[in-house]
């Protein structure tokens, strides 16, 4: 049978285009079911507040570039959106007294405006957040040289050559959206070849760093976060690093506050993930074939899909 149209958006691929059983099991997953949907590979933690939750993903920068050497650099890559971590990191630099100057990071993507990269100038721009809210905060006499700060530019070709330069990504950050995308990992438009169906998982994951258009969920979803709603503020396209990148991660980490995608969305992945059903419409389930996935979960931002009428 032919698979539904979207109930969002009917030239696009999402996640309402999947077989209903799925949608009714995800629904009904408490987060005590899905602490138990760990399995080898794939890693569901709870953190019961959110200074805890920060913390912790903070921890994975620094666990990250205490393992760089000059003979032997590590980086990580990681997300704006969520933020509230990047302070956290420039303070445990800067009281550690660590120096980070072999390590590097990546940026996991920026807007896409009038044929090039959103400048740092621009005040949505996902470099100068990054930069204002950890890299210039850290002590210039610990903090690694401009050269090692990765960002994606229009022309992706040098960003992509940093993938193998012989830096190790020891982990791949990032956050869900509405659409169930990491980094701008969005659905494609049904059209085309893909009118019928999306592609398949093995075609997806072929895709590297790249300019990508955006389902309209995601750029509703950051008028919401970024734009206070004002939906013409938002780029309908963005640089987004690419599944052919994140397999190149030795771990992808997620983390889930609750302020980005909703109760339902939480569980999806989730379960997608843990029982190995990926899906090119769920952009983020295709991390079912990464071996080494970690969701992490601020308990009480999981919500629940109770109707509840407000």
């Known amino acids: 049978?032919?698979?539904?149209?979207?109930?969002?958006?009917?030239?696009?691929?999402?996640?309402?285009?999947?077989?209903?059983?799925?949608i009714h099991d995800a629904a009904a997953l408490t987060p005590d079911k899905m602490l138990k949907l760990s399995r080898p590979g794939f890693k569901v933690v709870m953190y019961d507040t959110i200074e805890e939750f920060y913390l912790a993903e903070a921890l994975e920068y620094i666990s990250a570039w205490k393992q760089s050497t000059p003979d032997?650099?590590?980086?990580?890559?990681?997300?704006?959106?969520?933020?509230?971590?990047?302070?956290?990191?420039?303070?445990?630099?800067?009281?550690?007294n660590l120096s980070v100057k072999s390590a590097h990071f990546w940026g996991m993507d920026e807007w896409f405006l009038d044929g090039k990269e959103?400048?740092?100038?621009?005040?949505?721009?996902?470099?100068?957040?990054?930069?204002?809210?950890?890299?210039?905060r850290i002590r210039k006499d610990l903090v690694m040289p401009n050269a090692n700060l990765h960002f994606p530019k229009a022309d992706t070709a040098a960003f992509r050559?940093?993938?193998?330069?012989?830096?190790?990504?020891?982990?791949?950050?990032?956050?869900q959206g509405d659409v169930k995308h990491w980094a701008f990992n969005d659905p494609p438009s049904r059209s085309g070849k893909y009118k019928h169906s999306p592609p398949s998982p093995a075609e997806?994951?072929?895709?590297a760093t790249r300019v990508v258009n955006l389902h309209p969920l995601t750029v509703a979803q950051n008028a919401r976060t970024s734009g206070g709603g004002n939906i013409s503020?938002?780029?309908?396209?963005?640089?987004?690093?690419?599944?052919?990148?994140?397999?190149?991660?030795?771990?992808?980490?997620?983390?889930?506050?609750?302020?980005?995608?909703n109760p339902f969305g939480q569980r999806l992945t989730c379960l997608m993930i843990a029982q190995q059903l990926p899906d090119a419409?769920?952009?983020?389930?295709?991390?079912?074939?990464?071996?080494?996935?970690?969701?992490?979960?601020?308990?009480?931002?999981?919500?629940?899909?109770?109707?509840?009428?407000?």
Request: aromatic residues 8%.
């Open 281 to 310: 419409a769920v952009p983020m389930s295709l991390l079912a074939d990464h071996p080494n996935v970690q969701f992490n979960y601020f308990r009480k931002g999981i919500g629940t899909c109770d109707v509840e009428m407000h």
């Open 204 to 207: 997806y994951r072929k895709l």
């Open 72 to 96: 032997n650099p590590v980086g990580i890559c990681g997300p704006i959106g969520p933020t509230e971590q990047l302070p956290l990191v420039a303070r445990l630099v800067n009281d550690l």
């Open 233 to 261: 503020l938002i780029p309908t396209q963005a640089i987004s690093v690419g599944p052919v990148e994140t397999w190149q991660a030795e771990k992808v980490s997620i983390w889930q506050a609750g302020n980005h995608d």
């Open 1 to 22: 049978m032919p698979r539904k149209l979207s109930s969002i958006a009917p030239d696009w691929w999402d996640y309402t285009t999947l077989d209903a059983d799925i």
């Open 118 to 136: 959103a400048p740092p100038t621009h005040p949505l721009s996902f470099e100068k957040a990054d930069r204002e809210m950890c890299f210039g």
């Open 161 to 175: 050559k940093t993938w193998n330069a012989g830096v190790r990504c020891a982990v791949m950050q990032g956050g």
